[in-house]
């Protein structure tokens, strides 16, 4: 059914506006965070982590999206193809935080895990399998199995937060998503979580 608020104006708002999975857990980093938004797009969560007080690396192969981050305060694009097989541009433990949203490409999965310092949060957010019903992303290579990020951070990190299923905002989608912390320490829940 057409939702007659699916604008146009609302989808760009969207794709400007910081999803609130990740948002509510971001909020915990502490401000001079390291934080990677890894195939960031147009930046939505690397300007609202840096308007935050993080220190972002904002990274996408697409240089016409990187560059509208060329003069925002406290981001440092990086174009890198993440996927042409040449090593990441990142030391390990680089990083306070992850955060991944509407991308995936599993072979590189488990070098989040070595980008992040001890303790560090991975914000994960895409799509999952039943999403084909919707739009796209409908080809399975890049929508997560059921409880696929669950399985895939089990050994190297402590779950906080996960998510899977239907969500009918910002546009009608079957998504998946994840906060976790590097390590095996359960440690603080953001306030206001229940
Ligand atoms: C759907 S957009 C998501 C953007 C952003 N994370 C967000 O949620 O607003 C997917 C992004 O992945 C980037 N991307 C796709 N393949 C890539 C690759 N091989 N290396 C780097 N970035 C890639 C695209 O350029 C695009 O900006």
């Not at 506006?17 to 890894?38: H, I, K, N, Y």
């Not at 972002?56 to 042409?84: F, I, K, N, Q, Y």
Request: aromatic share 8%; net charge neutral; with cysteine.
């Amino acid at each position: 059914m057409v939702d007659a608020r699916d604008t146009p104006a609302r989808a760009r708002h969207a794709l400007d506006t910081p999803s609130p999975w990740v948002s509510r857990f971001a909020m915990m980093l502490p401000d001079g965070a390291e934080v990677l938004d890894l195939a960031c797009g147009r930046g939505r969560h690397a300007r609202w982590l840096a308007a935050r007080g993080c220190r972002v690396t904002a990274a996408d192969r697409d240089p016409s999206a990187l560059a509208a981050l060329d003069s925002v305060a406290g981001v440092a694009p990086c174009a890198v193809d993440l996927e042409d097989g040449a090593p990441w541009p990142w030391p390990p433990a680089s990083f306070d935080a992850v955060v991944v949203t509407n991308y995936l490409f599993r072979p590189a999965f488990d070098r989040l895990g070595a980008l992040l310092r001890p303790g560090g949060l991975l914000i994960y957010e895409t799509f999952m399998q039943g999403n084909a019903a919707f739009g796209k992303p409908s080809n399975p290579v890049f929508l997560l199995a059921p409880g696929e990020l669950l399985e895939r951070t089990r050994e190297a990190f402590t779950v906080m937060a996960f998510e899977q299923g239907e969500v009918a905002r910002p546009a009608p989608a079957m998504v998946q998503r994840i906060c976790a912390r590097k390590g095996h320490e359960t440690g603080r829940l953001p306030e206001g979580s229940a």
